[in-house]
């Protein structure tokens, strides 16, 4: 497991460095966050979009960046198009989203002809760093689908716990938490997380363990389970909340980081390789560490391809 986003940097900095497309990286968030955790030894880069706004803003943040480095691009969609194309070239090892809108890249990535997709679902990750809790926390999905049947259901637990294997997780524990845990006809997400738990079984989903339907008290601690009897291998142990569908993802998350005192991270995950996607308002910070989860992840699965 890994317990906060200081470890996450102590991982990262210890793998070998992978290059990352920067899809419009005319911005001075995004592009600190990259320079940063060039500097520390962590990715190499490829910068696409504004040739001299990049160098422009490289130079206010104190970064001499190399000019072979910058990819023309005039439109974000040509920008997007060329960061996948160096993905499937095998010159990036995973993206970054910089100054544009999300479908842009997404609709780069999904393409048939020129894309990157597995022919799956893709979903959204956001790992949370929260006070209170020993370790970081997965919620999936609250970014990329609105309202997942048992089909996109188990795509989503199979893109999660892909993640997690890549992060060095050999048995993710993941919980798909309802509002009960117990089976209800009425209460469909509680039958699909039961469907779950026995996809888990079977294999789907890889080396991990799913308990569902639990309730949210019953995943997150173990004293809520004693009280209540309730004994599973998650309680109090969670890595990854499955959550019912993107609205309660969504509002799950946004609370965490408002009221909780949470630091987050946000990546996509289910294409050939994962994509390190925050808002364009997100932080330094925030998109440091999304980088650093995806380059943890594309180096182990470049350590597999070998």
């Given at each position: 497991?890994?317990?906060?986003?200081?470890?996450?940097r102590e991982r990262a900095g210890a793998v070998r460095p992978?290059?990352?497309?920067?899809?419009?990286?005319?911005?001075?968030?995004?592009?600190?966050?990259?320079?940063?955790?060039?500097?520390?030894?962590?990715?190499?880069?490829?910068?696409?979009?504004?040739?001299?706004?990049?160098?422009?803003?490289?130079?206010?943040?104190?970064?001499?960046?190399?000019?072979?480095?910058?990819?023309?691009?005039?439109?974000?969609?040509?920008?997007?198009?060329?960061?996948?194309?160096?993905?499937?070239?095998?010159?990036?090892?995973?993206?970054?989203?910089?100054?544009?809108?999300?479908?842009?890249?997404?609709?780069?990535?999904?393409?048939?002809?020129?894309?990157?997709?597995?022919?799956?679902?893709?979903?959204?990750?956001?790992?949370?760093?929260?006070?209170?809790?020993?370790?970081?926390?997965?919620?999936?999905?609250?970014?990329?689908?609105?309202?997942?049947?048992?089909?996109?259901?188990?795509?989503?637990?199979?893109?999660?716990?892909?993640?997690?294997?890549?992060?060095?997780?050999?048995?993710?524990?993941?919980?798909?938490?309802?509002?009960?845990?117990?089976?209800?006809?009425?209460?469909?997400?509680?039958?699909?997380?039961?469907?779950?738990?026995?996809?888990?079984?079977?294999?789907?989903?890889?080396?991990?363990?799913?308990?569902?339907?639990?309730?949210?008290?019953?995943?997150?601690?173990?004293?809520?389970?004693?009280?209540?009897?309730?004994?599973?291998?998650?309680?109090?142990?969670?890595?990854?909340?499955?959550?019912?569908?993107?609205?309660?993802?969504?509002?799950?998350?946004?609370?965490?980081?408002?009221?909780?005192?949470?630091?987050?991270?946000?990546?996509?995950?289910?294409?050939?390789?994962?994509?390190?996607?925050?808002?364009?308002?997100?932080?330094?910070?925030?998109?440091?560490?999304?980088?650093?989860?995806?380059?943890?992840?594309?180096?182990?699965?470049?350590?597999?391809?070998?």
């Amino acid at each position: 497991m890994i317990h906060s986003f200081t470890e996450l940097r102590e991982r990262a900095g210890a793998v070998r460095p992978q290059t990352v497309a920067v899809a419009c990286a005319h911005d001075a968030h995004t592009l600190e966050a990259v320079l940063h955790a060039a500097q520390e030894g962590i990715l190499n880069y490829l910068l696409i979009g504004h040739p001299e706004e990049i160098l422009s803003i490289g130079r206010s943040l104190g970064h001499a960046i190399a000019p072979e480095t910058v990819i023309p691009a005039a439109t974000d969609e040509e920008a997007a198009a060329i960061a996948v194309s160096l993905v499937r070239e095998g010159r990036a090892g995973f993206l970054q989203k910089g100054l544009m809108q999300t479908a842009t890249i997404l609709k780069a990535v999904v393409n048939k002809q020129t894309g990157i997709g597995l022919g799956r679902p893709m979903s959204h990750v956001a790992l949370l760093e929260l006070p209170g809790y020993p370790k970081l926390l997965g919620v999936t999905d609250g970014g990329m689908i609105p309202n997942p049947d048992l089909e996109g259901k188990k795509a989503i637990a199979h893109n999660a716990v892909a993640m997690f294997h890549g992060l060095g997780y050999e048995r993710p524990l993941v919980s798909a938490v309802c509002a009960a845990e117990n089976v209800s006809p009425k209460i469909i997400e509680t039958v699909d997380a039961a469907a779950l738990k026995q996809a888990a079984l079977e294999g789907t989903f890889g080396s991990c363990y799913v308990e569902g339907p639990i309730s949210l008290d019953l995943a997150l601690s173990r004293e809520s389970a004693q009280i209540k009897g309730y004994e599973s291998p998650v309680t109090g142990e969670t890595d990854i909340l499955l959550v019912p569908g993107m609205a309660a993802g969504n509002m799950m998350v946004k609370s965490l980081v408002l009221f909780a005192g949470a630091r987050m991270v946000g990546v996509v995950t289910g294409a050939k390789c994962p994509i390190a996607l925050n808002s364009r308002s997100a932080s330094f910070e925030e998109k440091y560490h999304s980088l650093l989860v995806c380059a943890l992840m594309s180096s182990s699965r470049e350590e597999n391809a070998e």
